[in-house]
C-alpha cells in the first residue's frame, strides 16, 4: 500500500535561508508524488508534482523537489524563504489503481521568522 | 483554468439537521471528484470518491447513510451530511480530476466548506 511520511511536524526558519521539508514515501508501484501547500483559511495549491519524468522537479514560487527511489525520498526544498512561505505543507502520493485517490501525510507547518 | 468552486464556504447548523454542500467544476468536466475531511491542525483524509451517474465508494470508518454523496452530472457533486452533530464539525473539501487530463493523476481542489454544528 502506499504511504507518506513527513518527518517534521514543525519546520521554522529565517526569512532568507533555505528551506527543507522532508518527505518519505512508500510505494509498490512507480509513484507519483506531489507537494501541496495550504494557507491559513485558504484551499490547497499544488507546488509540484512527480510522475516518472525528470527526477528534479520544480515548481511555482522557486520551490523544488527531488525524486530520489534508492531513499524513497520526495523532500521539498526552496533557497531562500520568504515570509509568505508561511504555511502548511502536504506530501502526496497517488494511489496507482482505481481512481488515483490521494494520500496525504500528516504535514509540516512551516514558520518563517524576520 | 481547473477552478473547483464550492457552496457555502462555511455554515452553522443545529445539531439533528442536515446540511448540504456543493463542489463544481467551473471550467473543465470531472468524471470522478473526491470529498476529504480535516480536523483542525491536522491531515486531509478521503471520505469518498463520487463518480458521475454512479453510486460513490466510501473509505473505510466513513458511515455511508450519514455522509450522503451525489455526482449528478460531470460539473457538480454534493455532500449532505445528515443528522449532523457536534462531532462532524470540521472542514469539507472536494477536489476533481480533470477529464480532458487524465493520465497527470491531479487533483483540483476546492476552497473547502467550514461546518460548525451546536
Known amino acids: 500500500a502506499q504511504s507518506v511520511t513527513q518527518l517534521d511536524s514543525h519546520v521554522s526558519v529565517s526569512e532568507g535561508t533555505p528551506v527543507l521539508l522532508r518527505c518519505n514515501y512508500s510505494?509498490?508501484?512507480?509513484?507519483?508524488l506531489f507537494w501541496y501547500v495550504q494557507h491559513p483559511n485558504k484551499g490547497l495549491q499544488l507546488l509540484l508534482k512527480y510522475t516518472s519524468a525528470a527526477t528534479l522537479v520544480k515548481g511555482i514560487n522557486g520551490f523544488e523537489a527531488e525524486f530520489k527511489k534508492s531513499e524513497t525520498s520526495f523532500h521539498l526544498t526552496k533557497p531562500s524563504a520568504h515570509m509568505s512561505d508561511a504555511a502548511e505543507y502536504f506530501c502526496?502520493?497517488?494511489?496507482?489503481?482505481?481512481?488515483?485517490?490521494?494520500?496525504f501525510g500528516a504535514g509540516t507547518r512551516l514558520a518563517v521568522h524576520p | 483554468g481547473a477552478v473547483v468552486s464550492q457552496h457555502p464556504s462555511w455554515v452553522i447548523c443545529k445539531s439533528g439537521t442536515s446540511v448540504k454542500i456543493e463542489c463544481r467544476s467551473l471550467d473543465f468536466q470531472a468524471t470522478t471528484m473526491f470529498w476529504y475531511r480535516q480536523f483542525p491542525k491536522q491531515s486531509l483524509m478521503l471520505m469518498a470518491t463520487s463518480n458521475e451517474g454512479s453510486k460513490a465508494t466510501y473509505e473505510q470508518g466513513v458511515e455511508k447513510d450519514k455522509f450522503l454523496i451525489n455526482h449528478a452530472s460531470l460539473t457538480l457533486s454534493t455532500l449532505t451530511v445528515t443528522s449532523a452533530h457536534p462531532e462532524d464539525s470540521s472542514f469539507y473539501i472536494c477536489?476533481?480530476?480533470?477529464?480532458?487530463?487524465?493520465?497527470?493523476?491531479?487533483?483540483?481542489f476546492g476552497p473547502g466548506t467550514r461546518l460548525t454544528v451546536t
Open positions: 502526496v502520493v497517488s494511489v496507482a489503481s482505481g481512481y488515483n485517490k490521494l494520500i
Open positions: 510505494s509498490s508501484y512507480s509513484p507519483s
Open positions: 477536489s476533481a480530476r480533470d477529464l480532458g487530463t487524465y493520465s497527470s493523476y491531479e487533483q483540483y
